[in-house]
C-alpha cells in the first residue's frame, strides 16, 4: 500500500478480496502497510488491483513459500520467550537442557546448574519419538509437569515436543515454545494445528527434508494464522556414518537470504559427539545463527535417551565460555 493509507482504504480492499474467496492477511507496519493474499491465481487480476485507490504495486510472490519469505516480509521475525529476544539479530539464544525428563531430581540438578551460569531456556522431552518402541519412550504428561514444575521454580521456560495432537493442549500449558521433532516436520495436520495456537514453534528439520520443505513445513504454521516459528538445523542423513547426522550449517546464511524467520542450530543431534559439539557451536555462532540447542544432562552415562551426545553441566559451562568471545565478535550477547 502507499505510505500513509489507512486502515479504513485498506480493509475495502480486504474486503473485496474476500468477496472473491482469497485469504487476505494484513500486516500493518510502521512504514509499510502490507496485504499478503493468498488463494487461487486466477481470481486476480494484477491491473485491476493495482488501480484501486491505496495501492501502490501488487507483487506475485514466485516462491512456493510465502509467508515466510523474505519478498512478503523483509524485516526479521523477532520471538520474544522468557525476556529472551529471539532473532532479534543481537541476541544469541542457549536453550538447554537433557534430552528426555527422566525425574524431579534430574531436572533439578540441571536447571540449578544452567541458572548458574545464566541459561533461561530448559529443554526436555516428556513424549519421546524413538527409533525403536522397546526404547524409553518419556515420562509423558508426568514428565511435563515435572519440567514445568522446576523450570517455574528456576524461572526458566520450558522447550518441549509435541508428537500427537491429543496432547497440543497440556504441552501450550506447561511450555513457553513447542517443538516440532525431526520425525514430525511433515505432519501437516500437526502444523496446520500449530499454526491455531500462539505459541512459538521450534520447527526441527526433518532427517532427509530439503531447506524448500522445511520452509513450506513452517509455511503450514504461518498460514494457519501462527507467525511466531523458530527453524532448527539439527543435521541430515547423508551416507557418512562417523557422525549422527550431517549438520548443513550453510542452511544458517541460506535461510537469512531466504526468510526472515529466526534460525537455530542442533549441534547435539548434529553431530551426536560430545567432542564435536563445541566446535560446531563457534561455528553455528559465526556463521549467523540466532542460537543454539545443546543437550544437557547431569550424569549423561545414565541418560535414558542420547547418552552419548549429552554433556554434562560443567562440560556445558566450559563450551559457553569458550565461545564467548565469538559471541561478542558476531555483535551479540547471550541469553
Ligand atoms: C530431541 O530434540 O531430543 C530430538 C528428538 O531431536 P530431533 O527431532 O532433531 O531428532
Ligand atoms: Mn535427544
Redesign the pocket.
Known amino acids: 500500500m502507499k505510505s500513509g493509507t489507512s486502515k479504513r482504504v485498506a480493509q475495502k480492499i480486504i474486503e473485496e478480496l474476500k468477496s472473491k474467496g482469497l485469504s487476505p492477511l494484513l500486516s500493518f507496519g510502521v512504514e509499510r502497510t502490507v496485504i499478503n493474499v493468498i488463494g487461487e491465481e486466477r481470481f486476480l487480476s494484477v491491473e485491476h488491483f493495482e488501480s484501486l485507490e491505496g495501492v501502490e504495486k501488487v507483487m506475485r510472490v514466485v516462491s512456493p513459500y510465502k509467508l515466510v519469505s523474505k519478498e512478503i516480509k523483509e524485516s526479521p521475525t523477532i520471538i520474544k520467550v522468557n525476556g529472551i529476544k529471539i532473532g532479534d539479530q543481537k541476541t544469541f539464544a542457549v536453550i538447554a537442557g537433557p ?2 525428563v527422566e525425574s524431579e531430581e534430574q531436572m533439578e540438578s540441571v536447571a540449578k546448574a544452567l541458572t548458574a551460569i545464566g541459561v533461561k531456556l530448559l ?1 526436555g ?1 516428556a513424549f ?2 524413538r527409533t525403536g518402541p522397546y526404547a524409553f519412550q518419556g515420562l509423558e504428561l508426568e514428565g511435563l509437569n515435572i519440567i514445568k514444575h522446576i523450570a517455574d521454580k528456576y524461572k526458566m521456560g520450558v522447550v518441549t ?1 509435541v508428537t500427537d495432537i491429543r496432547f497440543l493442549d497440556e504441552i501450550c500449558t506447561h511450555s513457553e515454545i513447542v ?1 516440532v ?4 516436520m511433515q505432519n501437516f495436520q500437526l502444523l496446520k494445528e500449530l499454526g491455531k495456537v500462539k505459541k512459538p514453534v521450534l520447527l ?2 526433518g ?1 532427509s527434508a530439503t531447506i524448500e520443505e522445511l520452509l513450506l513445513a513452517a509455511e503450514y504454521i504461518l498460514s494457519h494464522g501462527n507467525p511466531n516459528v523458530i527453524l ?1 538445523e ?1 543435521g541430515i542423513r547423508t551416507f557418512e556414518k562417523e557422525t549422527r547426522n550431517t549438520l548443513a550449517l550453510a542452511t544458517v546464511p541460506l535461510v537469512k537470504e531466504l526468510s526472515h524467520l529466526p534460525i537455530i542450530v ?1 549441534p ?2 548434529g553431530t551426536g559427539k560430545k567432542s564435536l559439539i563445541e566446535p560446531m557451536t563457534k561455528a553455528a555462532i559465526a556463521c549467523g545463527a540466532d542460537g543454539v ?1 545443546i ?1 544437557v544432562h547431569p550424569n549423561p552415562k545414565e541418560a535414558l ?2 547418552a552419548q551426545q549429552q554433556l554434562t553441566p560443567k562440560e556445558f559451562q566450559e563450551l559457553l565460555k569458550n565461545s564467548d568471545a565469538i559471541i561478542k565478535a558476531v555483535g551479540k550477547t547471550m541469553q
Not at 521433532?181 to 514430525?184: F, P
Open positions: 534430552c528426555s529443554r522431552g519421546k519419538p515436543e517443538q521433532g525431526a520425525r514430525n526441527k528439520r532427517l532448527c539439527r542442533d547435539s543431534h540447542i543437550e535417551s542420547d
